[in-house]
């Protein structure tokens, strides 16, 4: 099974979050039992988008 860590430590590597990664995000903050290091990790992604740091796909294609 795939962690939020995991979805996140790519887009941080990548400078990029697909949509498919988002979703993946939703659902898994929705549906899962997660711990600290998933909430950080998280929190550290949107502080990067904040940032500028990580582009969101979805946002550039609803611009």
Avoid: C, H
Avoid at 29 to 58: C, P, W
């Amino acid at each position: 099974m795939i962690l939020i860590r995991q979805i996140v430590q790519q887009a941080l590597i990548n400078g990029y979050l697909s949509v498919e990664a988002e979703n993946q995000l939703r659902q898994l903050l929705q549906t899962t039992k997660y711990g600290l290091e998933d909430i950080n990790a998280f929190m550290k992604l949107q502080q990067a988008v904040i940032a500028g740091m990580v582009r969101q796909k979805s946002r550039e294609l609803s611009a």
